[in-house]
């Protein structure tokens, strides 16, 4: 059983032990939070202003398992983008990333009113593209050689998903 919940000051520390697990942090992205006071200052935020920021937690049975996050891009074209999604490499290859991928859109599109989700993955993150066409992003191009990670300059794979994409 797969939930969704917005992280608290509590989860500060395991996010933290997450992003910084040399099987996580090479594929997100370079400004992101890694250290505990920059993520707890985004967890602040989030709990704050729900309008505009979100860091979540996915839950196992109750379990710390992953996390995903959204920001809002534009409040005028209620636009958000999600990112920073993230499985304990102990719990992949389940399907745990792509049931609460499956939430989160609802979630967003469906509570929050947005009407448009964006995000980006970097081109050599094969299985995170794998997994965004699974849960049903649509590919909307490649951002060429966007971003420099790793020493090289990197691709990014947009995708995006409209409110009426969503299943009834
Ligand atoms: C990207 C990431 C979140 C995906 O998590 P994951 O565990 O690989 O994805 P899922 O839990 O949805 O599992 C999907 C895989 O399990 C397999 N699988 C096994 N049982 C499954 C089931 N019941 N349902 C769905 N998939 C299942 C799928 O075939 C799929 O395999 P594939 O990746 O070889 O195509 C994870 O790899 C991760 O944290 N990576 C590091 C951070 C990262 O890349 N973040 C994304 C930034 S854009």
């Not at 992101?32 to 985004?42: I, L, N, V, Y």
């Not at 996050?69 to 983008?81: L, N, P």
């Not at 947009?158 to 299943?167: G, M, P, T, V, Y």
Request: glycine share 10%; charged share 35%; hydrophobic share 40%.
């Amino acid at each position: 059983m797969i939930s969704l919940r917005r992280a608290t000051v509590d989860d500060v520390d395991w996010l933290v032990e997450l992003y910084t697990d040399e099987d996580t942090e090479p594929f997100l992205g370079g400004r992101g939070p890694r250290d505990w006071d920059a993520m707890r200052a985004q967890v602040e935020r989030s709990q704050e202003e729900p309008d505009e920021t979100g860091r979540m937690i996915i839950e196992l049975d109750g379990e710390r398992v992953g996390t995903m996050g959204y920001d809002r891009v534009s409040e005028a074209h209620a636009i958000a983008r999600i990112g920073g999604l993230a499985v304990d490499p102990a719990f992949r290859g389940r399907g745990i990333a792509d049931e609460a991928a499956r939430r989160f859109q609802r979630y967003l599109l469906l509570e929050r009113g947005f009407h448009r989700l964006e995000l980006a993955c970097y081109g050599f993150n094969e299985r995170a593209i794998r997994h965004s066409e699974r849960v049903g992003f649509v590919r909307e191009g490649v951002k060429r050689k966007a971003y420099l990670r790793h020493g090289e300059w990197q691709d990014a794979v947009l995708f995006s998903l409209l409110r009426e994409d969503l299943e009834p």
